[in-house]
Protein backbone atom coordinates (compact mmCIF):
# COMPACT_ATOMS: atom_id res chain seq x y z
CA UNK A 1 0.00 0.00 0.00
CA UNK A 2 1.45 3.64 -0.62
CA UNK A 3 0.58 6.11 1.65
CA UNK A 4 0.00 9.56 -0.33
CA UNK A 5 1.76 12.55 1.09
CA UNK A 6 3.41 10.42 3.77
CA UNK A 7 6.13 9.59 0.99
CA UNK A 8 5.86 12.54 -1.16
CA UNK A 9 3.02 12.07 -3.51
CA UNK A 10 1.86 15.49 -3.71
CA UNK A 11 -1.98 16.34 -3.89
CA UNK A 12 -0.76 17.63 -7.55
CA UNK A 13 0.63 13.87 -8.77
CA UNK A 14 -2.76 12.45 -7.57
CA UNK A 15 -4.97 14.69 -9.33
CA UNK A 16 -3.23 14.06 -12.27
CA UNK A 17 -3.35 10.02 -11.96
CA UNK A 18 -7.23 10.80 -11.67
CA UNK A 19 -7.43 13.35 -14.62
CA UNK A 20 -5.23 10.09 -16.64
CA UNK A 21 -7.84 7.81 -14.95
CA UNK A 22 -11.04 9.95 -16.58
CA UNK A 23 -11.73 6.91 -18.55
CA UNK A 24 -12.17 4.71 -16.07
CA UNK A 25 -15.76 3.60 -14.56
CA UNK A 26 -14.51 4.80 -11.37
CA UNK A 27 -13.21 8.17 -12.41
CA UNK A 28 -16.07 10.17 -10.01
CA UNK A 29 -14.78 8.42 -7.28
CA UNK A 30 -11.14 8.83 -8.40
CA UNK A 31 -12.03 12.71 -8.57
CA UNK A 32 -13.36 12.73 -5.25
CA UNK A 33 -10.88 10.67 -3.82
CA UNK A 34 -8.10 13.46 -4.93
CA UNK A 35 -9.93 16.39 -4.19
CA UNK A 36 -10.51 14.99 -0.43
CA UNK A 37 -6.19 13.99 -0.02
CA UNK A 38 -6.09 17.20 -1.76
CA UNK A 39 -7.89 19.04 1.36
CA UNK A 40 -6.22 16.93 3.81
CA UNK A 41 -2.99 17.85 2.72
CA UNK A 42 -3.41 20.84 3.29
CA UNK A 43 -5.01 20.36 6.87
CA UNK A 44 -1.63 17.59 7.85
CA UNK A 45 1.07 18.69 6.28
CA UNK A 46 4.43 16.08 7.20
CA UNK A 47 1.84 13.99 7.70
CA UNK A 48 3.13 12.66 11.01
CA UNK A 49 1.22 10.96 14.29
CA UNK A 50 -2.44 11.16 13.41
CA UNK A 51 -1.83 13.09 10.19
CA UNK A 52 -0.53 9.79 9.32
CA UNK A 53 -3.16 7.86 9.94
CA UNK A 54 -5.60 10.24 8.35
CA UNK A 55 -3.24 9.39 5.11
CA UNK A 56 -3.69 6.00 5.63
CA UNK A 57 -7.50 6.11 6.04
CA UNK A 58 -7.75 8.06 3.21
CA UNK A 59 -5.99 5.65 1.11
CA UNK A 60 -7.71 2.70 2.37
CA UNK A 61 -10.89 4.74 1.24
CA UNK A 62 -9.05 5.33 -2.26
CA UNK A 63 -8.61 1.45 -2.83
CA UNK A 64 -12.74 1.20 -1.65
CA UNK A 65 -11.68 -0.46 1.50
CA UNK A 66 -14.25 1.42 3.82
CA UNK A 67 -13.88 -0.52 6.41
CA UNK A 68 -10.82 -0.24 7.31
CA UNK A 69 -10.55 3.54 6.48
CA UNK A 70 -13.44 3.90 9.20
CA UNK A 71 -11.79 2.33 11.20
CA UNK A 72 -8.54 4.48 11.37
CA UNK A 73 -10.89 7.56 11.09
CA UNK A 74 -12.45 6.03 14.53
CA UNK A 75 -9.01 6.51 16.14
CA UNK A 76 -8.31 9.64 14.62
CA UNK A 77 -11.17 11.56 16.15
CA UNK A 78 -10.67 10.67 19.61
CA UNK A 79 -7.56 12.99 19.32
CA UNK A 80 -7.84 16.26 19.87
CA UNK A 81 -7.49 18.50 16.60
CA UNK A 82 -8.58 21.83 15.39
CA UNK A 83 -11.87 22.49 14.05
CA UNK A 84 -11.13 22.45 10.61
CA UNK A 85 -9.28 19.16 10.92
CA UNK A 86 -12.25 16.87 12.88
CA UNK A 87 -14.75 18.62 10.55
CA UNK A 88 -13.02 17.09 7.21
CA UNK A 89 -12.18 13.80 9.41
CA UNK A 90 -15.77 12.99 10.00
CA UNK A 91 -17.08 14.38 6.47
CA UNK A 92 -14.67 11.86 4.87
CA UNK A 93 -15.56 9.24 7.13
CA UNK A 94 -19.33 9.80 6.87
CA UNK A 95 -18.39 9.38 2.94
CA UNK A 96 -17.18 5.76 4.00
CA UNK A 97 -20.73 4.95 5.70
CA UNK A 98 -22.05 6.66 2.51
CA UNK A 99 -20.29 3.95 0.08
CA UNK A 100 -21.33 1.35 2.55
CA UNK A 101 -24.55 2.27 2.54
CA UNK A 102 -24.94 2.29 5.93
CA UNK A 103 -26.78 6.36 5.57
CA UNK A 104 -27.84 7.04 9.24
CA UNK A 105 -24.31 6.67 9.97
CA UNK A 106 -23.33 8.76 7.32
CA UNK A 107 -25.73 11.64 8.24
CA UNK A 108 -24.56 11.84 11.28
CA UNK A 109 -21.10 12.08 10.71
CA UNK A 110 -22.33 14.83 7.95
CA UNK A 111 -24.72 17.24 10.54
CA UNK A 112 -21.42 16.84 12.97
CA UNK A 113 -19.08 18.11 10.25
CA UNK A 114 -21.81 21.06 9.63
CA UNK A 115 -22.15 21.97 12.97
CA UNK A 116 -18.31 22.73 13.35
CA UNK A 117 -18.13 24.37 10.12
CA UNK A 118 -21.32 25.56 8.87
CA UNK A 119 -20.60 26.66 5.60
CA UNK A 120 -18.83 24.22 3.97
CA UNK A 121 -20.03 22.97 0.62
CA UNK A 122 -18.58 19.52 0.19
CA UNK A 123 -20.36 18.81 3.66
CA UNK A 124 -23.95 19.96 2.17
CA UNK A 125 -23.24 18.29 -1.13
CA UNK A 126 -22.40 14.55 0.83
CA UNK A 127 -25.27 15.20 2.93
CA UNK A 128 -27.78 15.81 -0.05
CA UNK A 129 -26.30 12.68 -1.81
CA UNK A 130 -27.47 10.51 1.43
CA UNK A 131 -30.60 12.06 1.53
CA UNK A 132 -31.08 11.46 -2.01
CA UNK A 133 -29.97 7.68 -1.89
CA UNK A 134 -32.57 7.33 1.25
CA UNK A 135 -35.29 8.78 -0.79
CA UNK A 136 -35.70 11.72 1.19
CA UNK A 137 -36.07 14.75 -2.27
CA UNK A 138 -37.26 17.23 -0.24
CA UNK A 139 -34.49 17.15 2.00
CA UNK A 140 -31.97 16.72 -0.98
CA UNK A 141 -33.39 19.44 -2.58
CA UNK A 142 -32.87 21.65 0.47
CA UNK A 143 -29.23 20.98 1.07
CA UNK A 144 -28.46 20.85 -2.76
CA UNK A 145 -29.76 23.99 -2.90
CA UNK A 146 -27.63 25.31 0.00
CA UNK A 147 -24.59 23.58 -0.99
CA UNK A 148 -25.12 26.01 -4.04
CA UNK A 149 -25.57 28.87 -2.20
CA UNK A 150 -21.93 28.94 -0.90
CA UNK A 151 -19.01 30.67 -3.21
CA UNK A 152 -16.34 28.26 -4.07
Known amino acids: MVIVGAI ?8 KKAREAADSP ?9 RALGRSHMLHPGATGVSSKVQ ?7 EGKYEDSIREFNDVLVHPQSVEKRALNLLVRG ?3 LNLGQYDKALD ?5 IELVPNDRDAYMERATAYFRMGKKDLYA ?8 FNR
Open 142 to 149: RDLLKARS
Open 8 to 15: GFSPWYVA
Open 109 to 113: DFNKS
Open 26 to 34: NAEVIFKNA
Open 56 to 62: VALQYRM
Open 95 to 97: DCF
